[in-house]
């Protein structure tokens, strides 16, 4: 067994100082010119204990940096909405493997796109909250990653 190893376990059983400490990293890189103790007074924890775990915990999704990582999005049926998505990624250096579009109904149609990250500037949560950002765009889900 490896000397430090990983667990996965459900946010909901994970200490309250530990999902605070994921909350203060996410708001400090929502909003880059918020302090430190902005942000854990906003969330109610102490700069201590920010600091003591802010190294060791973060999401999942922000760890599979290097791997092949598989999108659902849906897209409003407007035109530019998947060349803005795909832009997008493209402007984080993000490697497209695959593009698979279902046909529109209702006026939204369903992307499944497949990526590599290992190039990607940036981490994936960032690149997910701009997909988001995108016009047109209502949902972004990731349904896979693969080393």
């Not at 092949?68 to 998505?85: D, Q, Y």
């Amino acid at each position: 067994m490896p000397e430090d190893p990983y667990y996965l376990i459900r946010r909901s059983h994970l200490p309250e100082v530990i999902r605070k400490t994921v909350e203060v990293t996410e708001l400090l890189q929502r909003h880059p010119d918020w302090s430190v103790s902005e942000a854990v007074q906003q969330v109610g924890i102490s700069r201590s204990s920010y600091y003591k775990y802010k190294d060791v915990v973060r999401p999942f999704y922000s760890a599979v940096q290097g791997h092949i990582v598989t999108l659902a999005l849906t897209l409003r049926h407007t035109p530019g909405v998947l060349s803005e998505v795909l832009n997008t990624l493209a402007g984080r250096h993000v490697n497209i493997l695959t593009i698979n579009q279902s046909l529109p109904l209702q006026g939204a149609a369903t992307v499944i796109v497949s990526v590599e990250t290992r190039q990607m500037s940036g981490d994936l949560d960032s690149a997910l909250d701009d997909l988001r950002r995108v016009g047109g765009v209502e949902n972004v889900v990731v349904v896979g990653q693969s080393a």
